[in-house]
């Protein structure tokens, strides 16, 4: 199969990158070697070889040479610059590993969020694990955020596949754009503003309607001790407004004031939000 001359540059860099690593990856991934099965009992041992190697061969087919594994505590950020030229800004407690295979670029975000600005290469796409989320991107810009309760994938530039753990169906997702995946099922996608949802590299978290559960997700990723909303009737509420996530307890403390709850701090620290006294 021919390929179209303009992306010449890139197959040949493939084809340099495949002959490098081919025999050290040869080593690292071996085939196992076939033997013929003996008798009519031995089938089922056959098959089972059978689908090893095809799993080695799966392996073999895009294996990983080079990995680096990357964290962030609590109020740090973490800029990452690829070999290729794609950047990665990691958001603070956020944890993930990056990989190289032979024919893909690979993320495995493990918790939080990041901000990804992937430089463009047509045969080796850039993939992005969030757990029940799924990206393929070619080059792009984009954010995605992994709560404990969903996914939410979002894009400044470019295009991006988004595929669901629970599901085989394929969400393509333009500039503007925001899919949220719960539970691995994708959701309606949605225009939002694509400045808002990356704003948290600029120390600035917005809100819009936002649910009070899944904003206090979001300020625990900046609050070094717990906040436990004690009260699931609260988790529902509407929050607005652009706050500092350099001063969450600033915002903790203003929650009173827009909304029917109280916050109190624990002996330990911790930041607990109840329904408020209606006496009070």
Same mark, same amino acid.
């Given at each position: 199969m021919s390929r179209p001359p303009g992306d010449a540059k890139d197959f040949s860099q493939e084809d340099e990158a495949i002959a490098r690593f081919? %025999?050290?990856?040869?080593?690292?991934?071996?085939?196992?070697?076939?033997?013929?099965?003996?008798?009519?009992?031995?089938?089922?041992?056959?098959?089972?070889?059978?689908?090893?190697?095809?799993?080695?061969?799966?392996?073999?087919? &895009?294996?990983?040479?080079?990995?680096?594994?990357?964290? =962030?505590?609590?109020?740090?950020?973490?800029?990452?610059?690829?070999?290729?030229?794609?950047?990665?800004?990691? &958001? =603070?407690?956020? %944890?993930?590993?990056?990989s190289w295979h032979l024919r893909t670029r690979q993320v495995t975000l493990k918790r939080g969020q990041a901000l990804f600005d992937v430089a463009p290469m047509v045969y080796r796409p850039f993939l992005v694990d969030a757990g029940s989320a799924a990206v393929r991107v070619v080059g792009t810009h984009f954010n995605v955020n992994r709560l404990e309760q969903e996914v939410q994938v979002t894009v400044a530039e470019g295009k991006v596949a988004v595929r669901g753990a629970a599901t085989d169906a394929v969400a393509l997702l333009g500039p503007g754009q925001q899919l949220r995946m719960r539970k691995g099922v994708p959701g309606q996608v949605t225009q939002v503003s694509a400045?808002?949802?990356?704003?948290?590299? &600029?120390?600035?978290?917005?809100? %819009?309607?936002?649910?009070?559960? %899944?904003?206090?997700?979001?300020?625990?990723?900046?609050?070094?001790?717990?906040?436990?909303?004690? &009260?699931? =009737?609260?988790?529902?509420?509407?929050?607005s407004g652009v706050f500092d996530s350099d001063h969450?307890?600033?915002?903790?403390?203003?929650?009173?004031?827009?909304?029917?709850?109280?916050?109190?701090s624990a002996a330990d620290g911790a930041v607990l939000i109840k329904s408020r006294d209606p006496k009070k």
């Open positions: 081919r %025999e050290a990856l040869k080593q690292r991934f071996p085939l196992p070697v076939p033997t013929p099965a003996k008798n009519k009992r031995s089938t089922a041992k056959t098959l089972g070889l059978l689908l090893l190697a095809m799993a080695a061969g799966a392996a073999w087919v &895009d294996p990983a040479y080079q990995s680096q594994h990357v964290a =962030s505590q609590v109020g740090q950020r973490q800029a990452l610059q690829l070999a290729d030229g794609s950047t990665i800004l990691l &958001d =603070s407690d956020s %944890e993930m590993t990056v400045d808002d949802v990356s704003a948290w590299k &600029d120390s600035r978290l917005v809100f %819009e309607s936002t649910p009070l559960a %899944e904003v206090i997700g979001t300020l625990q990723r900046y609050h070094r001790q717990p906040i436990t909303l004690m &009260d699931a =009737s609260l988790a529902r509420l509407p929050v969450v307890d600033r915002l903790l403390a203003l929650l009173p004031g827009i909304l029917p709850v109280s916050v109190a």
